[in-house]
Structures are given as structure tokens and as C-alpha cells.
């Protein structure tokens, strides 16, 4: 069975203050990453999918990169903006569905 | 906004009712999901269709049920109702079967089951 684990549950940060989330897995072939943002009351939105170790995408400040064993989402000088839940899922090589994660709150505080 | 759309927003409901939940995907899109996202659970994959047919089952509990309709959209019922059923209800939607790449949500049915 598919596992994801993210860290911390919840991360505070002032405005400007650089940090890394991180997402653990466990799978069998993994087929994809992806990274979601979720605002409250809303529903996940996409961001990245990252396919082999090695791999990184940026978009604006954030920065997502890929090992064999974790991903991690770079937030470089986040804005009160950023502030959001970041949920990371994973596809196995049965394509059978997404995982995901139970997600990173994240408070940016001007 | 995401092109999915989901009905109702809020839905509030007594134990032991039944409730239905709509979504329309996005233009074009054959493949929809539902999943359920509860405080201490996440997302949780529910039940895939694929141009009207099933083609993958999560932990769906046998007092719920889907479908998907000739038009594409979808329907999730919840006969039964429990207090642990209580959560916000996402329906997703992408354009083909295989589970890659991005998956669209709509905002969500929120079920307040007193």
C-alpha cells in the first residue's frame, strides 16, 4: 500500500523567511509526484508533478525537487500570500489512483 | 476557478438520511473522481469512473454510491448517514484514464451530518 507522509503538520514563518516542506513516500514504482495547494474552504489546486529523482520545477517562490525517497517544496522568501495547506500525492506503477498526503499548514505572518 | 463545479456547497442532514452529491467536469474531461477530506483522515480516494464506467474503488463504503451519467456528470449518494460522515466532498476531473499528471477539483460539497 501507497504511504505519504508530510512534515511538520503546520509551519510558521514571517514574511521573507525561507523554509523546505518535505514529503516521504512509500511506493511501488513511483509514476508521479505532484504537489497541491489548498486554501481553506477550497479545493486542491495544482502546482507540480515531478517524474524521476533528480527532477526539479520552480514556479515563483516556490521550488519543488525529487529524490528516491522524499520530495521537498522550497518556499524562497514567502509572502503572507503563500499561506495555504500544500498537500504532496504520489502514482504507483499500477496507475491506480493518487495518494495523498495529509498535507503542511503553512502561516506566513507580514 | 478550476471548470468544475459542484452542488450543493453546504448541505446540512440528520442521521439516517440520504443525501446526493453533484459535480460536472470540466469541458472535455472523461475521467472524474470523488474523495472525501476529513480533519483527521486527508484526501481520500473514494471511487474513479471513466466515460460512464467504474474503473477504480477506494475505501468507498458500501452505504455510498456513484455514477456517471451520458453527459459526463456525476453523482456520489450517501444513504445512511452517519455522524463520521460528516466531511467536504471533492470531485475531480482530467481529460483521459491514466492517473498522471494534473487533476482538477472542484471547491467541494461540505456534509454537516447533526
Known amino acids: 500500500e501507497d504511504q505519504v507522509t508530510q512534515s511538520p503538520e503546520a509551519l510558521r514563518l514571517q514574511e521573507g523567511e525561507s523554509s523546505s516542506l518535505n514529503c516521504s513516500y512509500t511506493?511501488?514504482?513511483?509514476?508521479?509526484l505532484f504537489w497541491y495547494r489548498q486554501d481553506p474552504g477550497k479545493g486542491p489546486e495544482f502546482l507540480f508533478t515531478?517524474?524521476?529523482a533528480g527532477e526539479e520545477k520552480e514556479k515563483e517562490r516556490l521550488k519543488a525537487t525529487l529524490t528516491k525517497k522524499e520530495s521537498f517544496l522550497h518556499i524562497t522568501a514567502p509572502k503572507p500570500e503563500d499561506s495555504a495547506t500544500y498537500l504532496c500525492?504520489?502514482?504507483?506503477?499500477?496507475?491506480?489512483?493518487?495518494?495523498f498526503g495529509k498535507g503542511t499548514m503553512l502561516l506566513v505572518s507580514p | 476557478d478550476s471548470g468544475v463545479t459542484q452542488t450543493p456547497k453546504h448541505l446540512i442532514t440528520a442521521t439516517g438520511q440520504r443525501v446526493t452529491l453533484r459535480c460536472s467536469p470540466r469541458?472535455?474531461?472523461?475521467?472524474v473522481y470523488w474523495y472525501q477530506q476529513s480533519l483527521d483522515q486527508g484526501l481520500q480516494f473514494l471511487i474513479q469512473?471513466?466515460?460512464?464506467?467504474?474503473?477504480a474503488k477506494g475505501n468507498i463504503l458500501e452505504r455510498f454510491s456513484a455514477q456517471q451519467f451520458p453527459d459526463l456528470h456525476s453523482e456520489l449518494n450517501l444513504s445512511s448517514l452517519e455522524l463520521g460522515d460528516s466531511a467536504l466532498y471533492f470531485c475531480?476531473?482530467?481529460?483521459?484514464?491514466?492517473?498522471?499528471?494534473?487533476?482538477?477539483f472542484g471547491e467541494g460539497s461540505r456534509l454537516t451530518v447533526l
Open positions: 515531478l517524474y524521476s
Open positions: 469541458s472535455g474531461d472523461l475521467s
Open positions: 511506493v511501488s514504482g513511483l509514476r508521479g
Open positions: 469512473y471513466y466515460n460512464g464506467e467504474e474503473r
Open positions: 500525492a504520489v502514482v504507483d506503477s499500477g496507475y491506480s489512483t493518487l495518494t
Open positions: 475531480a476531473s482530467r481529460r483521459g484514464l491514466a492517473n498522471t499528471g494534473e487533476l482538477f
